[in-house]
């Protein structure tokens, strides 16, 4: 315990250093934007009192001053834009660091809990409050997009395989100690502010029909501004009123033009307003990844994430964003008009969106993707970096479970009480214990390890070895007014579900005192049935029931069946659980005790 509470405190120590730095940088960057902000102010007013003296006298030297003036307010502008994101991520680093020491010293998370990602009816889920407050995903949890918080939850709600399993742990081994890396990721995300809404539109947009502008309108969109650029030349040497009107009747066939291309250009535009930022900052995620060093070899995948082209991924999402906000543009009626009537600037903008889109689209989502399974890789090694105490389990060839010191990771290290648990001798547990002795935390233990060895994350163990199989649970059934079936019901075909995946396949299962909604004969009949059909197929797992003549179920089985328990005993006219697993069929009952104890009977 001493080692844990070392290993922790230096972890605390690393976050306050980092939060120190980042403090520092914060109050440097906000001298630098209160300094930009300040010279900006100072240069338009120096432009505005030229333009006035010039405007009384005319002279070169003040339109030359006036010009560098422009310059320099759009130089600055660019760099105190820069500022003020680096400020932004600043403040965000910040943040991340001050949540991972809360998150450390109070046990409580308050990122996002992934409640409605579920399905409602999944194998295991619900049973081991993998999703809500409070919850597994939760403790995990340290996305920012969209599309990482999907693919964290995809982890938990679907095994790997044996293979992607040891990549995935070579991967998150090696984001173990890229803590400044991993946040800098979090960061960046944290100011793209994207949402289910938004992810819908793109994948809308990039599944939408890709259409081009004709030859016709293409060649005129080179030809026509080359023209009327010409005759404003000619007219300006020459005064000859033709080319007056010349240039502007080409000024109107331009404006013409664009409107009949309006369609296109609202087509491409409906939906994807103020995206344009948003895949900028998910380029930056990319180029972030990308300007990385890894070794594991799903990172070198991720890193290197094809393009269709010469360019790298974030460049090609650099280049959609801007193309998205130029095309933005053309809302702007003043700037839309002068910027089309000269030089059809927004049919040269939608022809390189449409270039974009038609050659790039399809790998549009997968990029996204990639992004955000590269996020969820560095909440796994987040969660290693927490909990450096945990262990990465082996990964056995053939039907093995065993585990040294098993805990539930969402139990405090001061709270948690931690068990050996083998399948050595045995397939089945018969597990036995009076009420609050621990049987139903065991259940949730046993299955949520297993769930987070599937991913590639270590586990609350000093040491593991087990066979990646589905996990299969039947813990916490309730009533369905919506679907109108009873508690008793929902169970039994929840059972029935179990028994036929265990018919074709190897699989852990998880049982919690099945069948409590019928009579008590009833139910032992039930259960002495399920155990019987369970062991007579190649499956593992746990059940757990008060019924102790259920236990007698294990001298039919020998070498299948094992029982065992969790025991309270009564100190000083008080229960007292140890929580310790223990050989053989539990003795001592609580329920009696504890409704005289309060005065029930």
């Known amino acids: 315990m001493l080692t844990i509470i070392t290993a922790i405190q230096s972890m605390k120590n690393d976050y306050h ?25 100072l240069v338009s007013i120096a432009f505005f009192a030229m333009l006035w003296f010039c405007i009384e006298t005319y002279s070169n030297l003040l339109i030359t001053g006036m010009t560098l003036a422009v310059v320099a307010f759009v130089a600055l502008l660019k760099i105190h834009e820069k500022a003020r994101y680096n400020l932004a991520l600043t403040k965000a680093l910040i943040q991340i660091n001050e949540d991972e020491i809360q998150f450390l010293e109070t046990g409580k998370a308050s990122f996002y809990d992934g409640a409605e990602l579920p399905p409602p009816h999944h194998a295991y889920a619900n049973d081991l409050d993998l999703f809500g407050p409070g919850s ?6 340290r996305t920012s997009t969209i599309m990482g918080k999907k693919h964290l939850a995809n982890l938990l709600l679907n095994r790997l395989s044996v293979e992607k399993i040891s990549e995935q742990q070579e991967a998150v081994k090696e984001l173990l100690s890229k803590t400044e890396f991993r946040q800098q990721v979090q960061a960046i995300g944290m100011l793209v502010n994207d949402s289910p809404s938004v992810w819908q539109r793109l994948k809308n947009w990039s599944e939408s029909p890709t259409s081009s502008l004709n030859k016709a309108i293409r060649a005129a969109s080179f030809v026509l501004p080359v023209l009327l650029i010409a005759s404003i ?6 005064s000859n009123i033709l080319f007056r009107h010349i240039s502007i009747g080409l000024f109107l066939v331009n404006l013409f033009i664009l409107q009949s291309q309006l369609k296109k250009i609202k087509r491409e535009m409906e939906g994807a307003d103020k995206i344009d930022n948003i895949i900028r900052n998910y380029s930056q995620i990319a180029a972030f990844i990308e300007s990385e060093s890894f070794s594991s070899s799903t990172m070198q995948k991720l890193q290197c994430c094809p393009s269709g082209g010469n360019k790298a991924v974030s460049e090609q ?8 906000r ?8 003043l700037a839309a008009v002068i910027f089309n009537g000269f030089f059809l600037y927004h049919l ?28 969820a890789i560095g909440c796994l090694a987040n969660f290693a970096t927490n909990n450096p105490e945990y262990a990465f389990p082996e990964i056995a060839q053939k039907a093995e479970f065993s585990f040294t010191q098993l805990g539930h990771p969402l139990i405090l290290n001061k709270k948690r009480v931690c068990n ?27 299955g949520v390890n297993l769930v987070l060895a599937s991913t590639g994350a270590p586990i609350c163990a000093t040491s593991a070895r087990f066979l990646p199989i589905d996990v299969l649970t039947s813990i916490h059934q309730s009533d369905s007014l919506n679907e109108n079936e009873s508690y008793f019901f929902a169970e039994v075909k929840r059972l029935k579900e179990i028994m036929n995946a265990a018919a074709n396949k190897t699989v852990f299962i998880l049982l919690d005192e099945i069948l409590r909604g019928t009579n008590s004969d009833d139910k032992r009949n039930g259960t002495l049935e399920v155990i019987r059909k369970l062991a007579s197929q190649q499956c593992y797992g746990v059940i757990a ?57």
């Open 17 to 41: 250093n980092l939060l120190d730095k980042h403090r520092l940088t914060e109050r440097k960057l906000k001298k630098k934007n209160q300094m930009l902000g300040t010279i900006r102010l």
């Open 136 to 141: 597994v995903y939760q403790h995990l949890n």
């Open 233 to 238: 030349a000619v007219f300006a040497i020459s």
């Open 317 to 324: 999402l650099k280049k959609l964003s801007r193309h998205f």
């Open 326 to 333: 130029d095309l933005e543009t053309i809302t702007n009626l």
């Open 348 to 375: 040269h903008v939608l022809h390189s969106l449409l270039k974009w889109k038609r050659l790039h689209a399809n790998q549009l989502l997968s990029w996204l993707e990639t992004i955000g399974e590269a996020e």
């Open 420 to 446: 050996d648990v083998s399948f050595d001798n045995h397939r089945f547990v018969v597990l036995t214990g009076s009420n609050m002795s621990g049987k139903s935390t065991f259940l949730r233990t046993l």
């Open 545 to 601: 029931t008060h019924d102790l003549e259920i236990c007698n179920l294990t001298a039919e089985y020998e070498g299948v069946l094992s029982n065992k328990c969790f025991e309270v005993e009564i100190v000083n006219n008080d229960l007292y659980f140890d929580f310790r697993l223990r050989e053989g069929v539990c003795r001592n009952k609580s329920a009696t005790f504890l409704m005289t104890k309060m005065g029930i009977i």
